[in-house]
């Protein structure tokens, strides 16, 4: 079975949460190579909020397929491999949950595909 998670994000939001709570939101949800990745952008803040999408639209896709924990953010990580596309692992867990990010200046949005086994 296929299960699916989708989630749209205003990057203003994500924008006045990272004014506000500066490290401490980020480190919260974030890992350090996807910090370092972002920041490396020219505006950083549209590529956590793809990454925040990312993350949100794996765990409705996971929780969708009955998942039974919490996952936080930060266990699920947002690679990119040699083209750009990310790729997700899920910290000590053999998941690969398929993601794809979109973004404007003002949006992002992400879709998350689970295979249950
Ligand atoms: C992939 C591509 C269509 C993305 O178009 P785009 O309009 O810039 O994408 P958006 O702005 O909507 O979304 C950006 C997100 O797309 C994703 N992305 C980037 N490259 C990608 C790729 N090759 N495949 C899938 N997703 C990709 C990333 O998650 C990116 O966000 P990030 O920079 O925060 O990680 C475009 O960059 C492209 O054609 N690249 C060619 C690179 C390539 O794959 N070459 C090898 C095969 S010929």
Redesign the pocket.
């Known amino acids: 079975m296929i299960y699916i998670g989708t989630d749209l994000v205003e990057v203003d939001r994500i924008n006045a949460l990272i004014e506000k709570w500066a490290d401490r939101f980020l480190m919260r949800i974030f890992t350090s190579d996807e910090i370092a990745?972002?920041q490396r952008?020219v505006r950083p803040v549209?590529?956590f909020a793809?990454?925040f999408a990312a993350k949100e639209a794996v765990k409705k896709a996971l929780y969708s397929s009955g998942w039974p924990d919490p996952i936080p953010f930060r266990r699920i990580q947002v690679r990119?491999?040699r083209?750009?596309?990310?790729v997700v692992r899920l910290e000590g867990i053999d998941e690969f949950p398929r993601v794809?990010?979109?973004?404007?200046t003002q949006y992002a949005v992400a879709t998350a595909i689970v295979e249950s086994r």
Do not use: F, L, M
């Open positions: 990745y972002c952008q549209i590529h793809g990454r990119r491999d083209n750009g596309a990310p794809s990010i979109s973004h404007t």
